[in-house]
């Protein structure tokens, strides 16, 4: 999948208070490529108030991991082209267990056929006060993942393993935009926000607003519920590991 402009300016945002120091090792998972330029997340950054470690005139994994501040960057998946090859339906090897300051899901955990068995080792990579930001599927992504992951899911099973949520986001395909637009992109003009939706408060769960290139949740069962589901919308969700227990799967009565 990657990782989008809306993605970073929720991830920075979650790093700025979160980890305000003691960046030490960045896990991505994935290719994730960066689909936004380097002026726009130099831009973004000036904006929110993140102090950059560098200013890459290219952004990859790496060289955003770099200027994220952290002193090392990995990326993983089973494909063999990243820099760690695994699969994470597997017992971890021990020397990686609890030793990433941050984990960047960029489109991993929705092609694992058993996630509940990759959260669980997702929780043990990270170490206690880090952070997890999933960028996945909500819905409409038939044809490129196996799945599509309710809020709920990441939720529950974050909070239920003693890990604190943060923020979550939803985004959907947005309209084709000009091309007067895509030009100033080009150019390092700023992105347009988008119609993404912002929630910093557990239990949004249900669905609320759901129409073509919007979609958003909230804490309460709405009547009648929208017949209209955004194709292509994701979610971006943060939360930060306040302890090391051995992972549960959530229940609910």
């Not at 979160?18 to 904006?47: C, K, M, T, V, W």
């Not at 950059?52 to 770099?66: A, H, M, Q, R, Y």
């Not at 960028?135 to 044809?143: A, D, E, K, L, R």
Request: charge should be neutral; charged fraction near 20%.
């Amino acid at each position: 999948m990657g990782i989008e402009y809306a993605d970073i300016k929720s991830i920075l945002s979650a790093l700025k208070h979160e980890l305000p120091e003691g960046r030490g090792r960045l896990l991505i998972l994935g290719d994730a490529h960066i689909h936004f330029s380097a002026n726009q997340y130099i831009s973004l950054a000036e904006d929110l108030g993140y102090e950059l470690s560098s200013f890459p005139e290219v952004l990859d994994p790496f060289s955003l991991g770099k200027s994220l501040g952290f002193v090392s960057t990995d990326t993983l998946d089973i494909n063999g082209k990243a820099s760690i090859t695994l699969d994470l339906q597997q017992r971890l090897p021990h020397d990686l267990l609890g030793k990433f300051d941050c984990l960047i899901d960029a489109g991993v955990l929705f092609w694992c056929f058993d996630p509940g068995v990759v959260l669980k080792n997702l929780y043990r990579l990270v170490k206690i006060d880090g952070v997890i930001a999933h960028i996945t599927g909500v819905s409409g992504f038939y044809g490129r993942c196996y799945y599509n992951i309710h809020p709920l899911v990441l939720e529950d099973f974050y909070r239920c393993n003693q890990c604190r949520y943060i923020s979550a986001s939803y985004r959907a395909v947005p309209k084709r935009t000009s091309l007067a637009m895509r030009l100033k992109g080009l150019l390092g003009a700023k992105c347009t926000p988008g119609l993404v939706s912002y929630t910093s408060s557990p239990g949004n769960i249900y669905l609320d607003e759901s129409r073509a290139g919007v979609i958003s949740f909230c804490r309460t069962l709405r009547t009648p519920e929208s017949d209209v589901i955004p194709n292509n919308a994701i979610g971006t969700l943060i939360f930060k590991k306040c302890s090391n227990v051995e992972p549960q799967s959530p229940l609910r009565s």
